[in-house]
């Protein structure tokens, strides 16, 4: 069974699975409930499953995670939702220090399958604290899985297996694409979690990203045909573990290496792909990899955030360097 | 150990029949029908609000009235990113900010768009944050009031340090925090109520209790009234009805006096209602009861001090004029600096990251002006 | 004057609303803020409020219809300044031009999500090559994609310097990497294919035949088991010039081993002395300057057999040859009167002379009159060859790699820094007396460069 969903209803439907699969999950968050969440991925699952199973909780972030550490303890299986990405932080504590913790803590005695759903991510113009990629700090914490999602059939897929792992997984969710829509085959048997995908093959370099700069990457690599360029793009979807095979395999092919998140440069995402990727492929690369990222700068203020985000342009200015084509670091010459 | 009849009776135990009754009532000068109370404890802290005072309240309330809905208006037309309408507030946060001194410092939250127009504010500086153009629409020091807070409660902390501070440097001046019922449900909120009890700090905690925390009732944070909760911090508390401009003010004028005269935190509770949605992307339909906004529009704190002055025969036609002629060049300013602000300039994203310079910074932004004049120096 | 109203983003990344119902018609006169539509957005219901004063010219979309953030809603005609004094003062609404499609920027604060459907993304520079390179071999899709060659950056360098495709290269290190050595054997084979020189001559430049020729050398192809490249060009000059010599010239070359240890400490001493400060001082300088001195005591290697005049010429002064490879081919230009020159001057007339070449501004000039010359084939990592002479020269000096090496040094086993020496000299001109003293001479001089002071 087919439907055509936004990513929005993508999660919630397979929320709605999860939750009709097994009465141990349970949702937690702030407005999930009446309102169906602030992007409505919850819509209907309190009418459909009661209030005992999808809870609107007080406002208290590090308090959400606690008492999902409790219940998991108790053996259920809560899917928290922390609202927007810039109000993950004082959860830190409770997510960090205890939860990627308890099971070594305990020798493996006590599980902790707790899904976090994180919106994340800029574009929509919004004020501050709602346009932040924080994932690099989760992806290097121990005991936590990390996955984003950058379309409707890999939300529906994913999200059921995070509620089906054992381990912690934050799942971050790209809202700026929460409505883009997309196939969505209801009864595909997800697949496991942790593999990237290629989602365009080319030739000539290799573009990793993950979440809502998929949509983007896949823009460029059209526009690259234009230049005789042929980008091979790969969603990631796993931010830990990170699949290097796949990401390996192309910059064998191509040997060049650019990658592109929302977060900032230093410490983030690409500078651990790049470091792995050299290391595996050190003899395959023809140049050394790029990274186009947000800048070492608060998200900015919404009329800036243009010029911060990784956008066509800067991801093919970065191809340009890679293939030692005209760029802007060489700079244009008249001609 | 759990056993069914301990689940059966929990409140068997002696010391937990001896919680104090919940406080309900709520003070009370104006009521709803624009009736005047003898309130002999805080009467006296009002005194001075004559006929022209009385007249300039109303005027502050109709303003900022105003200026929201205009916002409104211009996040429909594009104008705006957001908006968060304080519609049903503008007693509690001028009877509030009125009091204060302009050495007192605030700290709020982001629905507190009278606080800041009270503090002096320009039009236009209270929508930079909206339209996007900046993350604070002035500098904190100007106006006391520090940038509005996105993060639930934690300028609370922020109001709390500041408030050790003045008591550090001697000076009289009082910090006060404004938060939502939501934010109470905060650690930084309640950690704030420790830290100011334990170093008496002179700082007003001012909750404006507006029923909703985006969609949710203020019966998940608070089962019991949320004024209750500070005497167990050791934190005097009042409720007062927060649609009445004179009673948050005498509150506010009772809870100063004790911070400047060395007594330390007061906690206010403001009992009042969120007339309009959380933000100009919320939807109250789909979780608000029709019948009590009903109830909460019948206590609506304009109307009731319109008709107090009324009865007093203060509200003559020619003050009904003025008001409403303020009211129209207010919103007609504000419109048009919204409407005429200049959008800043792309290197301006990174400025004031550091005060010292910052060798990746300044290479990522060598790199990014060299990428801007190498896209834009022609296009195909 | 006419403006239209576009669909802003109602609500944080919203990218399209349904229009359910709207409160005006054509002709109505609206003021600033009255509702005049109803919207559902996947959020909400919410009321349009005008953003204009002005009459109603046009309702663009009917209710039910879902409508893109960006798209044109509504026009308004207004009358004059009159009534729209605010807005006409102010940055006007922004909008979508009716003719164009909704792009990502249109009414949104920010830039919004990116607009479905719209046209096919496009870049706002177009991508060129570098002026310096090589077009690329052809449309994307028409390239062959296949495992790559692996090697280091630096023998990818070497090899594209050298003009060698690496596709061409079998690799010999680990894991089948290409090496620096592999790079090099595969300029051999070049050379040997096109020029019919024996393996190990070294001559520079006609490695970069690759790069010179219009047609790349690529890998063959499946089904294809050679490929031709016509000969002409720079290519042809040089192997025309180097069979003429191998095959007029009879070619004596001799070897000669030592250890230069001590001449590698004082170019580490010239280095940081005063009079080489902001100068290039390399082992090549060294070797020139041991050259130049060894021509005094041997001046039959500074020499020209003229078949046509029947005569010998003997030249008294040195125009030194240098071979350099360059992007170009081969290139041997000379430095004149190089006898003349102190070590300093002779130090900055290399790093000259290697620099012009390599930017193509050699001049024909200084590529005749050379008296005799010097190949430096260490710097490809090899340690000796048969040089084969510049035409009309009688001698040519190959200096081979520095290596450390165990090497007898007073008695017992230590690492040495240790370098070969190649003479290849014409022997209708200089017999093999001459030729081995002007050999050992040189030899002497690095080994150690105190005896510079006897030749003098």
């Not at chain 1, 928290?80 to 960090?96: K, S």
């Not at chain 1, 990629?133 to 890999?154: I, K, M, W």
Request: hydrophobic residues 40%; aromatic residues 6%; contains cysteine.
């Amino acid at each position: 069974m087919s439907e055509q969903l936004t990513l929005s209803r993508a999660i919630g439907a397979g929320l709605r699975r999860a939750l009709a699969d097994d009465d141990r999950v349970l949702l937690m968050g702030e407005d999930i409930g009446d309102l169906g969440g602030v992007f409505r991925v919850t819509d209907g699952l309190k009418a459909e499953f009661g209030a005992e199973r999808v809870m609107d909780t007080p406002l208290a972030e590090s308090a959400i995670l606690g008492t999902a550490i409790g219940l998991a303890y108790r053996g259920f299986r809560p899917v928290v939702e922390i609202q927007f990405d810039g109000f993950i932080f004082p959860a830190f504590d409770q997510i960090v220090a205890q939860l990627g913790k308890l099971r070594y803590r305990t020798g493996g005695a006590v599980s902790m399958p707790i899904t976090i759903r994180v919106p994340f991510g800029g574009g929509i113009g919004s004020v501050e604290h709602h346009s932040e990629s924080p994932e690099a700090y989760f992806a290097h914490t121990p005991g936590l899985r990390v996955v984003s999602c950058s379309n409707p059939q890999d939300a529906y897929s994913m999200i059921r297996e995070a509620i089906r792992s054992d381990d912690p997984v934050l799942f971050f969710e790209p809202k700026r694409r929460y409505w883009a829509k997309g196939e969505v085959d209801l009864e595909a048997e997800p697949e496991p979690l942790g593999s990237a995908k290629v989602v365009v093959t080319g030739a000539d370099v290799t573009l990793v990203t993950y979440g809502p700069l998929v949509a983007t990457a896949i823009d460029a690599a059209a526009a690259a045909v234009e230049d005789g360029v042929s980008v091979e793009v790969i969603d990631l979807r796993s931010l830990a573990p990170v699949d290097f095979e796949t990401v390996e395999a192309s910059v064998r092919k191509t040997g060049r290496l650019v990658i592109t998140h929302e977060a900032a440069q230093s410490g983030g995402l690409g500078a651990e792909i790049a470091a792995s990727i050299t290391d595996r492929c050190f003899y395959h690369l023809e140049a050394a990899p790029q990274r186009v990222t947000g800048f070492d700068v608060p998200y900015p203020p919404a009329k800036l955030e243009e010029q911060y985000l990784p956008d066509l342009d800067r991801i093919l200015d970065a191809v340009d360097r890679v293939l030692g084509r005209e760029n802007s670091l060489t700079g244009w010459s008249a001609k | 150990m759990r056993t069914e009849a301990a689940l059966d009776s929990p409140r068997e135990n002696a010391d937990m029949n001896e919680w104090p009754e919940p406080r309900e009532e709520l003070v009370q000068i104006l009521t709803p029908d624009g009736e005047r109370l003898e309130q002999p404890l805080y009467d006296r802290w009002i005194s001075d609000i004559d006929a022209d005072a009385l007249v300039a309240l109303l005027e502050d309330l109709t303003v900022v009235r105003r200026i929201d809905v205009e916002a409104t208006a211009l996040q429909r037309q594009g104008e705006l990113g957001l908006w968060p309408p304080l519609l049903g507030q503008e007693a509690s946060q001028i009877g509030s900010a009125r009091a204060l001194r302009e050495d007192d410092f605030v700290f709020t939250s982001y629905r507190e768009n009278a606080v800041a127009y009270c503090r002096g504010v320009q039009l236009g500086d209270l929508v930079k944050v909206w339209r996007g153009t900046a993350f604070s629409g002035w500098n904190p020091f100007d106006v006391g009031m520090a940038t509005p807070q996105v993060i639930i409660g934690a300028q609370t902390l922020h109001a709390t340090g500041y408030a050790m501070g003045c008591k550090k440097d001697g000076v009289d001046s009082v910090a006060v925090a404004y938060f939502g019922d939501g934010a109470t449900s905060q650690g930084d909120v309640n950690e704030a109520m420790i830290f100011a009890a334990s170093f008496n700090a002179p700082v007003i905690f001012f909750c404006q209790n507006n029923h909703w925390a985006i969609s949710e009732p203020v019966g998940l944070q608070a089962v019991r009234p949320i004024a209750d909760r500070a005497p167990g911090f050791g934190i005097p508390s009042m409720r007062v009805d927060g649609n009445d401009v004179l009673a948050v003010m005498a509150a506010t004028r009772i809870a100063l006096d004790r911070a400047r005269s060395g007594g330390g935190p007061t906690f206010i509770e403001a009992v009042t209602y969120r007339m309009g949605p959380h933000t100009t992307s919320d939807d109250p339909s789909k979780y608000e009861d029709r019948a009590s906004h009903e109830e909460w529009a019948a206590k609506d704190p304009i109307l009731r001090l319109t008709q107090y002055l009324e009865g007093e025969g203060i509200l003559t036609d020619e003050v009904r004029a003025a008001v409403k002629s303020k009211a129209d060049d207010v919103a007609r300013e504000f419109r048009a600096e919204c409407i005429g602000m200049a959008n800043p300039e792309p290197m301006t994203v990174f400025d004031n990251v550091f005060a010292e310079p910052h060798s990746a910074l300044d290479r990522q932004k060598q790199q990014f002006a060299a990428y801007l004049s190498y896209v834009e120096g022609s296009t195909r | 004057m006419t403006r239209d109203f576009t669909l802003p983003d109602l609500g944080e990344g919203l990218t399209e609303s349904e229009l359910v119902a709207w409160h005006v018609v054509v002709g109505d006169l609206v003021e600033l803020n009255q509702p005049i539509a109803e919207v559902e957005t996947a959020k909400a219901i919410v009321q349009l409020p005008s953003p204009f004063a002005g009459v109603i010219s046009a309702l663009y979309v009917e209710p039910g219809t879902t409508v893109t953030v960006g798209s044109p809603l509504v026009a308004f005609e207004l009358d004059g300044p009159a009534d729209v004094e605010v807005v006409d003062d102010a940055e006007p609404v922004p909008q979508a031009d009716a003719a164009a499609k909704p792009a990502r920027n249109a009414v949104l604060v920010g830039y919004g999500p990116p607009v479905e459907g719209g046209e096919r993304p496009k870049r706002k520079r177009a991508s060129r090559p570098l002026p310096a390179q090589v077009a690329p071999a052809g449309p994307a899709a028409e390239r062959v994609v296949q495992d790559t060659p692996r090697s280091t950056p630096p023998v990818r360098k070497l090899a594209a310097d050298l003009g060698i495709d690496l596709a061409l290269v079998s690799g010999t290190g680990d894991a089948g990497t290409i090496t620096r050595s592999d790079v090099l054997a595969a300029t051999s084979t070049v050379t040997e294919t096109a020029t019919s020189v024996s393996a190990g001559t070294v001559s520079a430049g006609t490695v970069s035949a690759g790069l010179a020729a219009p047609t790349p050398v690529r890998a063959p192809q499946s089904g294809e088991r050679e490929t031709r490249t016509p000969i002409k060009g720079v290519r042809k000059a040089t192997a025309e010039a180097m069979v003429q010599s191998a095959f007029t010239a009879p070619h004596v070359t001799e070897f000669l081993t030592i250890d230069v240890t001590a001449a590698s400490e004082l170019l580490a001493e010239l280095r940081e002395s005063k009079a080489f400060a902001g100068q290039r001082i390399t082992m090549l300088a060294l070797v020139a300057k041991a050259l130049l001195l060894a021509v005094d005591r041997t001046p039959s290697v500074n020499s020209r057999w003229d078949d046509a005049a029947a005569e010998i010429v003997q030249f008294g002064y040195v125009n030194l040859g240098i071979a350099v490879a360059t992007p170009r081919g081969l290139m041997v230009p000379n430095i004149r009167d190089a006898d003349q020159l102190s070590l300093v001057e002779l130090a900055a007339s290399l790093t000259d002379l290697a620099e012009t070449a390599r930017s193509g501004a050699t001049t024909p000039q200084s590529l005749t009159g050379g008296t005799i010359s010097i190949t430096n084939v260490g710097v490809f990592g090899v340690d000796a060859g048969t040089p084969i002479l510049n035409p009309g020269e009688a001698a040519i000096l190959a200096m081979g790699a520095v290596r450390r090496l165990p090497w007898e040094y007073r008695g017992e086993i230590a690492l040495r820094d240790v370098m070969t020496l190649s003479l290849s000299f014409d022997h209708r001109l200089v017999d093999g007396e001459q030729g081995s003293r002007f050999l050992t001479d040189i030899g002497a001089i690095l080994k150690n460069p105190g005896m510079a002071l006897t030749m003098v």
